[in-house]
Nanobody, 115 residues
Framework: QVQLVESGGGLVQPGGSLRLSCAAS????????MGWYRQAPGKQRELVAR???????NYADSVKGRFTISRDNTKNTWYLQMNSLKPEDTAVYYC?????????WGQGTQVTVSS
């Protein structure tokens, strides 16, 4: 059974940086993309960043130039490097893996940006 576990969240000051990690405990067959989503209080979950099997990346306009998604296939892990963090980045961040048959989700990690 595939399980995704996020880590690396926490409290950071505006302008600071955090690196989130997502580790998959099982094989995801026919994976097409891996990504990060976030959900702030009172708002819908939104796509933050995604990297496809062909290494194409997509970012939300609000994070372009500040966040970078990457992966390490040997460790079955992907990352979200977050720089120049803003208070509006505060949310629960979820990692995601998409396969041809289903989506897999982590349980989320809290990121709080506050002075």
């Amino acid at each position: 059974q595939v399980q995704l576990v996020e880590s690396g969240g926490g409290l950071v000051q505006p302008g600071g940086s955090l690196r989130l990690s997502c580790a998959a405990s099982g094989r995801i067959f026919s994976v097409s993309a891996m990504g990060w989503y976030r959900q702030a209080p009172g708002k819908q979950r939104e796509l933050v960043a995604r990297i496809t099997v062909g290494s194409t990346t997509n970012y939300a306009d609000s994070v372009k130039g500040r966040f970078t998604i990457s992966r390490d296939n040997t460790k079955n892990t992907w990352y979200l490097q977050m720089n120049s963090l803003k208070p509006e980045d505060t949310a629960v961040y979820y990692c995601n893996a998409r396969s041809i048959v289903s989506d897999y989700w982590g349980q989320g990690t809290q990121v709080t940006v506050s002075s």
